[in-house]
Each structure stands twice: as C-alpha cells, then as structure tokens.
C-alpha cells in the first residue's frame, strides 16, 4: 500500500549537480558538474549562496535535458533552512508554478516521487526537482554558530555544500523511474542531534523492508541499494535492522554520506544535508545508469524532521526515508 508503480515510465531526461570545495575534493570529485572555488560563490552570505546554487543546479539540468526554461510546466523544491527559503528565493528567478516541499534531507525523493506521478500521471509534461544544503548555513541554524569553533563529536556528520536538479519527463532519455514508496514517520526515542544516523535509520529499515514486502523484491534484485545521509555508524545500524527483519543488505549497498569523503577530510561519519543524495544521484548514479553499469537502482534518501526549538524543548527526533526504483533505459 506504500508503493505505486508508474506504468507510463517518466524518465530522469536532466540532471545537474553543483558542490563546494571541500566536497570537490571527495571520491565524487569526477561525476559532479561543477565545483565552487569559493563556498560563498561570489555572494554576500552563506544563504545567498545557497540559493544561488539551487538557481544554477536547475538552469543547468534544464540545459541537460535540451530545453529552455519556458518548457518546464512546475518546480518541485525544498531544503533545510526555516521556510525553505533557498527554494524559495531561487524560484523567484525562473517563471514556472512552484511547489516548496520540506522532507530533510529525504527532499531529494520526495520532489522526485511526487514529480514523477504528475508526469505520469500526463498533469504535467516536464517538472524540474531540486534540493540542496549548505554547511555554514546548517550549522548555525541547528547547532552552533560556526564562529565558536566546536570540537565535533565522533557521531557528528559535515553537512554537505551542494546542489542537485533533475527534470522529469516522459520524452527524451533517461534512467526511468517505475516506482516510488512512500515512508512513515518513525521515531524511536532519539534526541541527540549529532547523531542523525541513529535517528534515521529505523525509517529507512521500515521503508526499505516495506518496499521489499509490497514488490516482493530482494536485495539482491537490485546492482545498487543507496541511503542518502545515514553516515557510517547509520548505515551499520541500517544493515543490523534489516538483518532482523529477515534481509540481508550485502555488497550492493552503499550509503552517500557515508561514502562521500575521504577519511583525511575529517568529517567523522561522513557527510549529511539534501545535498548529499540530490548531487550523488545526480552525477554518479545518474551517470552509471546511462552507461548501464547500474541497470536497477533503488535510492532511499532519509530525513530527520526536527527543529531547533523542539530539540531544545527535549523532543526526539522523528526520521523519515521515501524510496525510488530507478531502471536503465532498455
């Protein structure tokens, strides 16, 4: 009851994926469209450049799927910061209907799930979905101003700086997107926010287990199983769950926060934020598929829904993780 199959196949027809510096010096590096020289990418603020990113990462996956602006019938976009201003602000520049929509960092499938039942659906003919996160404006949002310097703990993850766009279409070419599964919100008692992969991970094995029952799949019907930002110690929770439930996740899952840097880039268990899934599914995953290395992928990102102010008031922290089945073109 979770999972809808998508009968008239709306494909990925464009995908562009925009990062910073420190993520330009990851294992990525190669797939990812454009590296930033500076975080601030020529803007006054941390935000701006946030919003600037979004403006570019969808410019540009419009030009990769061949069409202008005007061809894009909706803008599906959301992020981390209060309001979802950076997918706000930056809809501000392209004239096309907008929905801002707020998963986390599970936004990525969430644009993706809802454009591609509009697409196939024939509501719409192209819908642009895009995210992304900044590190200096996460941080200071929901931990610590980043003047302060803290030491980071070793749950800790880095917020990723990046920006990730993908248009959705029933013409052109693609990975195509057959289904999509919708998450619950699962909340298992959680409250420390350096520690997102703990708080993650129950929804991701409720989604993932969820998605194997309702398709009866396996693991190992897929070449790629992709979490979004569990990080390392998430991710070895996420295997531990899924064990229980009687699925056994082997070499063909990965997790992009966990992957996404280098142990030399020091940044604990890895890296977090919309921009972690939304730049790897867009560079990397995206690029393999139309090179048909990956012929079936099943890409989870997971979201943490909390606040400042409910963290501070004690609350735990509730998680939540949508699925999409992505297929090579035949």
């Keep these: 009851m979770q999972t809808i199959e998508l009968r008239n196949r709306p ?82 520049a392209f004239n096309m209907p907008y929905l801002g929509l707020f998963g986390a960092c599970s936004t990525m499938a969430e644009t993706l799930a809802i454009g591609a039942i509009l697409v196939n659906g024939k509501h719409f003919k192209n819908v642009a979905c895009a995210t992304g996160s900044h590190f200096s404006t996460a941080e200071r949002q929901f931990r610590f101003p980043l003047e302060l310097g803290c030491q980071r703990v070793p749950t800790s993850q880095w917020t990723v700086t990046g920006s990730g766009a993908s248009i959705v279409s029933l013409d052109g070419n ?8 919708f998450g619950k919100v699962i909340d298992l008692g959680v409250n420390d926010i350096n520690n997102m992969g703990a708080a993650m991970a129950p929804a991701a094995a409720d989604t993932l287990s969820s ?15 992709l979490t979004g930002d569990l990080g390392k110690l998430g991710s070895e929770i996420l295997v531990d ?22 142990r030399n880039q020091d940044t604990m268990c890895g890296g977090s934020g919309c921009g972690a899934s939304a730049t790897v599914l867009n560079s990397y995953v995206v690029k393999k598929m139309k090179q048909k290395i990956f012929k ?35």
Excluded: W
């Design 211 to 225: 998605h194997f029952e309702g398709t009866k799949t396996k693991p190992e019907d897929y070449d790629l199983i």
């Design 241 to 262: 769950l899924m064990e229980a439930k009687g699925f056994k996740l082997g070499k063909n899952y990965s997790d992009c926060g966990h992957s996404y840097y280098t």
């Design 296 to 330: 079936k992928v099943l890409f989870l990102p997971t979201g943490a829904l909390m606040s400042t102010t409910a963290n501070q008031q004690g609350e735990s922290i509730p998680g939540v993780c949508h699925a999409i089945v992505l297929e090579a073109e035949e």
């Design 11 to 92: 494909k990925i027809v464009g995908s562009y994926s925009i990062v910073g510096p420190k993520e330009g010096e990851g294992p990525f590096s190669k797939y990812f469209d454009y590296v930033m020289k500076d975080d601030r990418l020529g803007e006054k603020t941390y935000e701006k450049a946030e919003c600037k990113m979004m403006e570019l990462a969808i410019t540009g996956a419009v030009q990769s799927a061949g069409l202008m602006i005007n061809d894009i019938n909706l803008l599906l976009a959301g992020d981390l910061l209060n309001q979802i201003i950076s997918s706000s602000y930056a809809a501000r």
């Design 174 to 181: 693609g990975p195509v997107i057959s289904m999509v599964t």
